[in-house]
């Protein structure tokens, strides 16, 4: 299993904003495979080292994945503007 961190000042405080305590349950599938839940999809682009999901309707996470230390690192979160 995966464990979700965050590796800036910025990352950390969206998460708590967005997630913890709100919605962490969703992310329990992500977890389990970080590239094939919620609508895992590998980006394209100028990200195309990251990884995004759908949380809510809205509300997307950036992420990278870390297999050799099994982190899911939480990069951006917020609507689909996030991307440019």
């Known amino acids: 299993m995966y464990e979700i961190t965050t590796r800036t000042k910025k990352a950390d405080k969206l998460y708590?904003?967005?997630i913890k305590g709100k919605i962490e349950k969703k992310l329990e599938p992500l977890k389990?495979?970080?590239?094939?839940?919620?609508?895992?999809?590998?980006?394209?682009?100028k990200l195309k080292n990251y990884w995004s999901c759908w949380l809510l309707s809205d509300l997307r996470?950036?992420?990278?994945?870390d297999?050799?230390?099994?982190?899911?690192?939480?990069v951006d979160i917020g609507s689909h503007k996030i991307y440019s």
Request: net charge positive; aromatic share 6%.
């Open 67 to 74: 297999d050799a230390n099994k982190e899911i690192i939480i």
């Open 61 to 65: 996470m950036i992420y990278q994945i």
């Open 32 to 45: 389990e495979n970080p590239r094939g839940k919620l609508g895992a999809h590998k980006l394209k682009g």
């Open 16 to 18: 708590n904003e967005f």
